[in-house]
Nanobody, 119 residues
Framework: VQLQAFGGGSVQAGGSLRLSCAASGSIVSIKAMGWYRQAPGNQRELVAAITSGGSTYYADSVKGRFTISRDSAKNTVYLQMNSLKPEDTAVYYC??????????????WGQGTLVTVSS
């Protein structure tokens, strides 16, 4: 299973960006998809996640500003990021966990997309 992320870029503080990540391969079902980020010198952290049932999780630092959603038919997850702050600057990685025909249980990562927020 491969994940491909799109939508990173540079924006001024207070601006918005929308990330998307599409999963492809012999996917039977996806249990959850999520977005992580890693800033220079920091560990990778979970930003937001969404389950197949639609339950969502947000890190405290992004609650009220970021919204995660998914299109199950397209095996795609989105992250709408509003009111961006300089501390949101990081490489954002998408992740998916589920079941695939060939692999069985899988957990895959996208390639990462850079988000830069300037003050």
């Amino acid at each position: 299973v491969q994940l491909q992320a799109f939508g990173g870029g540079s924006v001024q503080a207070g601006g918005s960006l929308r990330l998307s990540c599409a999963a492809s391969g012999s996917i039977v079902s996806i249990k959850a998809m999520g977005w992580y980020r890693q800033a220079p010198g920091n560990q990778r952290e979970l930003v937001a996640a969404i389950t197949s049932g639609g339950s969502t999780y947000y890190a405290d630092s992004v609650k009220g500003r970021f919204t995660i959603s998914r299109d199950s038919a397209k095996n795609t997850v989105y992250l709408q990021m509003n009111s961006l702050k300089p501390e949101d600057t990081a490489v954002y990685y998408c992740n998916a966990a589920g079941i695939a025909t060939m692999e069985g249980d899988f957990g895959s990562w996208g390639q990462g997309t850079l988000v830069t927020v300037s003050s």
